[in-house]
């Protein structure tokens, strides 16, 4: 079964830093990969995701991830953090294969930015 | 545009209430899901559905039903409501199946069960 490694609970940085966020997967073959952010009593929105090519994909919001296949990894980076950037932060992963493939998230990361 | 949304925002049930969570979308997608988000957890999918009238189990389906009688909504019903259902419900919907599609999320629906 796949499965999703996020092994950061919680980040705190400032404002200014830059960040990167964690993210492993468990799985036979790549999957399609993908980046949702959780405002505070908001829904999921997609940052970013995955499918083929370029290993460096960009998304909304200044931010972009890097696959690399021989870690198995998918990891989040924006270069300078903003304040309204705090908000929880969840990888996704869903199989290439079937039809209305299912995500498997992870437990998410919460990200803090002081001022 | 409204996208998806879900009603009600919050509800408090005692143990062996029934409810249902109502979910539309006016974006004319297909796919449609229902996930819930326990506290430190993340996501994981009740059911979900390729079209009207077609729905299938995810990965915690038990003590839930749904249906889909229209392209726009699909409702999440709750039997009998027990503790464990506490959680924020999720509805979410995409243009096609996930592969090119992006899953575009409701507010949620906070439920407490006592």
């Known amino acids: 079964a796949q499965s999703v490694t996020q092994p950061d609970i919680h980040i705190t940085v400032s404002e200014g830093a830059s960040l990167e966020l964690r993210c492993n997967y468990s799985y036979g073959a790549t999957p399609y990969l993908f980046w949702y952010v959780q405002s505070p009593g908001q829904g999921l929105q997609l940052l970013l995701k995955?499918?083929?090519?370029?290993?460096l994909v960009q998304g909304i919001k200044g931010f972009e991830a890097e696959f690399k296949r021989s870690q198995s990894s998918f990891n989040l980076r924006k270069p300078s953090v903003h304040w309204s950037d705090a908000a929880e932060y969840f990888c996704?992963?869903?199989?290439?294969?079937?039809?209305?493939?299912?995500?498997?998230f992870g437990t998410g990361t919460r990200l803090q930015v002081t001022l | 545009n409204a996208g998806v949304t879900q009603t009600p925002k919050f509800r408090i049930l005692k143990i062996g209430q029934s409810m249902t969570l109502q979910c539309t979308q006016d974006?004319?997608?297909?796919?449609m899901y229902w996930y819930r988000q326990d506290p430190g957890m993340g996501l994981k999918l009740i059911y979900y559905?390729?079209?009207?009238?077609?729905?299938d189990k995810g990965e915690v389906p038990n003590g839930y039903n749904v249906s889909r009688s229209t392209t726009e909504d699909f409702p999440l019903r709750l039997e009998l409501a027990a503790p464990s259902q506490t959680s924020v419900y999720f509805c979410?919907?995409?243009?096609?199946?996930?592969?090119?599609?992006?899953?575009?999320f409701g507010p949620g629906t906070r439920l407490l069960v006592l």
């Open positions: 974006m004319n997608h297909n796919y």
């Open positions: 996704a992963v869903a199989p290439h294969t079937g039809t209305a493939s299912k995500l498997t």
């Open positions: 995955y499918f083929s090519g370029d290993t």
């Open positions: 979410a919907s995409s243009p096609s199946e996930l592969a090119g599609g992006d899953q575009y």
């Open positions: 559905s390729v079209g009207a009238g077609i729905t």
